[in-house]
């Protein structure tokens, strides 16, 4: 999360013509004069400090979910490709076909009534979400992977610019699924097509030994218990990879394996770290995996 006017001036620098959240505690921008105006409260900094759910929650059971309907793209919010504090992101040029799975966290009150990415107003009473990389609009069916619940979502804002996070839920999308208010969960984001809303995108790649091993200890009827992993890198050698599976062993951050996949025709061998507890310890553990030097560190999930 942004914390502090130093981090909030960088990111105000790196910002138009993309207004994305930062997870809980963010501040988006100002709008600059080639985009729509702004109300009197966006030209400020947020109202509050940390963000939080409303004082008197509503009954989620009669807002009803979005239809997914073919929408054009908007003119804002899908510059690609963008940066935001130093790192580099692409928008897909469609959704069709996406699937990924990784930890999902919310935005509620503090950004209610703010304008998303794509200059629509934030209702924390919707169910919307944020992508770094979606199109937007788009509308996509998440799941959570630890109870089984899911949603449909539109998709008409950027972030969450948090470390491992790969989508933000409004408030009553996240008390849906139960993300609120424990404040974060594994799930899967599958993208719809308005054409076939019954039809999911393309199976995430799940490397086929945990997904064994998950079967073999789940129960009929019953949510398998999804388990994470910071992924180090995938290589097509072996000697790279055992090279850099005794790196991380020699950190003592926990137990290391390597899994042999086929991506596209080629064998590949990813060298992961877990399964880990939760997702604190993911957060914990990412930046002492890159300090190793061996490249960005991603979250996995498999159940």
Same mark, same amino acid.
């Given at each position: 999360m942004i914390r502090g006017d130093a981090r909030w001036l960088a990111a105000l620098l790196v910002l138009p013509l993309l207004g994305g959240c930062f997870h809980r505690h963010a501040t988006r +921008?100002? $709008? +600059?004069s080639t985009s729509p105006p702004e109300s009197p409260a966006q030209s400020g900094r947020y109202a509050q400090d940390r963000d939080s759910g409303p004082t008197a929650p509503p009954d989620i059971s009669k807002i009803p979910e979005p239809v997914p309907k073919a929408e054009p793209y908007s003119p804002y919010g899908n510059k690609s490709p963008y940066s935001v504090l130093g790192k580099t992101y692409r928008v897909l040029p469609t959704?069709? *076909?996406y699937a990924e799975r990784g930890i999902a966290s919310w935005y509620g009150n503090k950004f209610h009534g703010y304008t998303t990415s794509d200059f629509e107003r934030y209702d924390m009473y919707a169910y919307s979400a944020a992508s770094k990389v979606l199109p937007i609009p788009c509308y996509a069916r998440i799941t959570n992977l630890e109870n089984g619940r899911s949603t449909i979502v539109r998709v008409n804002d950027r972030g969450p610019f948090a470390e491992n996070r790969i989508i933000d839920l409004s408030y009553v999308a996240a008390v849906k699924l139960g993300v609120w208010p424990k404040g974060t969960a594994m799930v899967e984001v599958r993208a719809i097509d308005p054409a076939h809303p019954d039809q999911s995108g393309a199976e995430p790649a799940r =490397? @086929? $030994?945990v997904t064994n091993r998950s079967a073999a200890g789940s129960l009929p009827g019953k949510t398998p218990k999804p388990t994470l992993y910071l992924q180090v890198g995938a290589y097509a050698g072996a000697a790279n990879a055992e090279r850099a599976a005794a790196k991380v062993r020699a950190a003592k951050l926990g137990e290391v394996e390597i899994v042999e996949v086929e991506v596209n025709g080629a064998r590949l /061998? /990813? %060298? /992961? !770290? *877990? +399964? !880990?507890? =939760? %997702? =604190?310890? @993911?957060d914990r553990l990412t930046p002492k995996l890159r300090a190793l030097g061996l490249g960005e560190p991603r979250v996995a999930v498999d159940n």
């Open positions: +921008p100002n $709008a +600059p959704a069709k *076909g =490397d @086929a $030994a /061998r /990813r %060298v /992961r !770290l *877990g +399964p !880990l507890k =939760d %997702v =604190d310890e @993911a």
